[in-house]
């Protein structure tokens, strides 16, 4: 998960991604969700999302820096008792974490599973430079943090609701 809590016209979205990875190293992405929250719809969602996905998923999230990252982590936690976590500290700038998951995408390694959604995800990843832009930012984000956790774990399917393969 990519978080965002301000609930505005030009703010940023929490995002989330589902993703899977094979014993081949191919990599799925099952899901992506996005909505603009306050800080309590943010946990809500994510809570309601790893109740969809169920208690195999393992639920991570991007782990801001300093004491606010701490307690948001602790909310998130608490929030997500009896559910496999793992929050993630960001290494690097944006472009940085995004090159893993953007070079399995153009090796030919990543797939979508096709859904509505499609549309928007493709034309995020594919616009994101950097640079702030709502939405883009925030489901490269979810995507890279996806990948970094699955990079970190066999057999797993990480994220938000949707069905396995």
């Not at 893993?100 to 797939?111: E, I, K, S």
Request: charged share 20%; proline share 4%; net charge positive.
């Amino acid at each position: 998960w990519d978080l965002a809590a301000t609930k505005t016209k030009l703010s940023y979205y929490t995002a989330g991604v589902k993703m899977g990875i094979t014993k081949d190293k191919l990599v799925f992405v099952l899901d992506a969700i996005w909505q603009r929250t306050t800080p309590t719809e943010a946990i809500a969602l994510i809570r309601k999302t790893a109740e969809q996905d169920g208690r195999g998923v393992v639920v991570g999230w991007e782990q801001e820096p300093g004491s606010a990252g701490i307690m948001a982590m602790e909310q998130i936690k608490s929030s997500l008792k009896g559910f496999k976590t793992k929050p993630v500290k960001p290494q690097g700038d944006k472009i940085q974490r995004a090159i893993p998951f953007a070079t399995a995408c153009q090796n030919g390694r990543a797939f979508l599973l096709r859904s509505g959604w499609n549309d928007q995800y493709i034309n995020a990843l594919h616009n994101f430079d950097g640079s702030p832009k709502p939405l883009t930012n925030d489901l490269t984000d979810a995507s890279s943090g996806a990948f970094e956790v699955l990079s970190s774990i066999r057999n797993a399917w990480v994220g938000v609701s949707g069905k396995d393969i």
